[in-house]
């Protein structure tokens, strides 16, 4: 029997059919555009993607990262809402679809998926991606204005991936309320700097204040206990690179690291974790320091060592991101 290939693994292999006959020099310069468009400070209300060159250079470069970083928002998410599977999916601001491909990668199975995107090079792309995937070939593409006058049909999730930077804070407001009122859940992703996870903060409190209880990454859903200014939140997913990938990029590692913040709200009961390794453990001779999110709204640093047994073991495999202690202990 013939095992079907991760959604990971066709994505990849779509993307490097489609842009096979782009130049890397031309992919090269429509990216370092994109990188000071994507990390800058100035919203705009005009699509990032222009043509077709924009589209095929953002998916070589950003497509594969924007996966793994929802998925990984999204795997939290389910941890905490098990059982629950959305029947009805919109991605708003979802461009060439990567959010669509990781919500199929969580849940696998049909349902109604809607993208909604400013860009109609980016929906022609990502139409043409979602037809190496059962699950996404029926999806709707429709070219919207991410702005004051959006509206969302009542849905069961609601996704919006690195699009709060590009909209100014009346649009981001109108954005998160609208979601927030058509959706059993929210996932919000932004880049992991200290900008992205202000976004995110300021996304999380609109959600709690219409009724959300925050699924994940934190352990409660009282008011985020880092400090504005000293810190920030955010994790840290593994990105696969394509030969094609590392020469619009210009890298030669086989991987990078992609870093995330991120919000998991719903309306759903939910069982969040009882706590997050919210930085990289640091394993020393003898023991490991855990950075966590607690439930009691604090930040706390333990250390497990070898006295604690069969915990030390576990302790040495957690990894940035996962809930602490794990479900079997």
């Known amino acids: 029997m013939t095992v079907p290939a991760l959604p990971s693994d066709t994505l ?19 990216v370092e555009r994109l990188i000071a468009n994507y990390r800058g400070a100035t919203p705009t209300d005009a699509p990032i993607l222009r043509d077709r060159a924009d589209v095929a250079a953002y998916a070589a470069y950003r497509m594969p990262a924007t996966f793994e970083a929802v998925h990984a928002a999204l795997e939290a998410f389910a941890e905490a ?9 919109i991605d708003v601001g979802g461009g060439t679809g990567a959010a669509t491909w990781a919500v199929a990668a969580t849940w696998p199975g049909d349902r109604a998926v809607t993208v909604l995107d400013w860009a109609e090079p980016a929906l022609a ?22 702005g004051s006058d959006l509206t969302l049909p009542a849905t069961d999730l609601v996704t919006v991936s690195y699009v709060l930077n590009e909209l100014t804070p009346a649009d981001r407001t109108t954005l998160v309320d609208t979601a ?23 996304a999380r409190d609109r959600l709690i204040a219409a009724g959300f209880r925050i699924a994940a990454p934190c352990p409660h859903s009282a008011a985020c206990p880092i400090v504005p200014g000293e810190d920030w939140c955010h994790f840290s ?5 394509s030969s094609l990938h590392r020469k619009v990029k210009g ?29 990289r453990p640091q394993i020393r001779k003898g023991q490991v320091l855990l ?11 333990r250390t497990i060592t070898k ?17 602490w202690p794990p479900a079997d202990h």
């Open 125 to 146: 792309l990502g139409r043409e991606i979602a037809a190496a995937h059962p699950a996404l070939r029926d999806t709707r593409w429709e070219r919207v204005r991410i």
């Open 251 to 279: 890298g030669s590692l086989p991987y990078e690291d992609e870093k995330f913040s991120y919000v998991a709200a719903t309306r759903l009961p939910t069982t969040p974790a009882p706590a997050r390794v919210v930085r």
């Open 81 to 89: 809402t098990p059982g629950w599977t959305p029947a009805g999916h």
């Open 12 to 30: 990849r292999t779509t993307l490097a059919g489609l842009l096979d006959g782009l130049p890397p020099k031309q992919a090269a310069q429509a």
């Open 180 to 202: 927030a009122a058509a959706a059993q859940a929210v996932v919000i992703v932004e880049a992991g700097t200290p900008a992205g996870y202000a976004r995110v903060i300021e």
């Open 291 to 301: 950075d966590l999110c607690e439930p009691d709204e604090q930040l706390t640093r």
């Open 237 to 241: 997913a593994r990105v696969s690179r």
């Open 307 to 323: 006295r604690h047994g069969a915990l030390y073991k576990t302790a040495r495999d957690t990894a940035w991101g996962d809930p």
